[in-house]
């Protein structure tokens, strides 16, 4: 069936270093993909998405690479900072509009 | 960008009672409404899928008579959890959405209501 995975359910990272979630998908048909942050208590807030016809796109502080070989996302955090601290989650869109959301990634900013 | 509110932000009940949570868009038109579950330290798993003026589309395993949705316009859509029990207690999200079909429909989510059944 489809899904949408992530391996490591915590990442802890210094203050001021980069961060880099991965997250890998099994649909090769998914044509959109998308990162979430959600903190504690909060619905998901909308970070970086990107189409199945480009490989690399950048945010503010934030870039999403696109494996479409390997079905692999990913979501770089540049200088993360202790606001960064909360759960990342990669989502694909299956078919004409459902998500199907991976287990998330807890990311601790460390002082 | 476009905002979506839920009411109420948490609600405890009793075992036995229905509670109803609302979605709005509040800035926009949504064609598609969507209600998903999460459990603590879990991700989120999409429960059904609205759209205005029909009926509602629910997941495997989602029992549509314990969980009534009504999506009466394209600003409201409700979810009303019927007969609660405890393990009904949950993080209930919507997402809302302006659908054209293309790749890049976003959802727009809500929240989030915390259920605690008693």
């Known amino acids: 069936g489809e899904s949408v995975g992530l391996h490591l359910p915590t990442l802890s990272v210094q203050e001021g270093d980069n961060s880099i979630i991965n997250c890998a998908y099994s649909?090769?048909?998914?044509?959109?993909f998308i990162w979430y942050k959600q903190e504690s208590g909060k619905g998901p807030q909308f970070i970086i998405d990107?189409?199945?016809?480009?490989d690399k796109r950048q945010g503010q502080r934030v870039t999403v690479l696109l494996n479409k070989t390997v079905k692999h996302l990913s979501l770089q955090i540049a200088a993360t900072q202790p606001g960064d601290s909360a759960v990342y989650f990669c989502?694909?869109?299956?078919?004409?509009?459902?998500?199907?959301f991976g287990t998330g990634t807890r990311l601790k900013v460390l002082a | 960008g476009a905002v979506v509110s839920q009411h109420p932000s948490w609600v405890i009940c009793k075992s036995g009672t229905s509670v109803k949570i609302e979605c709005r868009s509040l800035d926009f038109q949504a064609t598609t409404m969507f209600w998903y579950r999460q459990f603590p330290k879990q991700s989120l798993m999409l429960m059904a899928t609205s759209n205005e003026g029909s009926k509602a589309t629910y997941e495997q395993g989602v029992e549509k008579d314990k969980f009534l949705i009504n999506h009466a316009s394209l600003t409201l859509s409700t979810l009303t959890v019927t007969s609660a029990h405890p393990e009904d207690s949950s993080f209930y999200i919507c997402?809302?959405?302006?659908?054209?079909?293309?790749?890049?429909?976003?959802?727009?989510f809500g929240p989030g209501t915390r259920l605690t059944v008693l």
């Open positions: 649909n090769s048909a998914s044509d959109y």
């Open positions: 997402s809302a959405s302006a659908l054209t079909g293309g790749a890049g429909d976003e959802q727009f």
């Open positions: 989502a694909e869109k299956s078919g004409t509009y459902k998500y199907i």
């Open positions: 990107i189409r199945s016809n480009m």
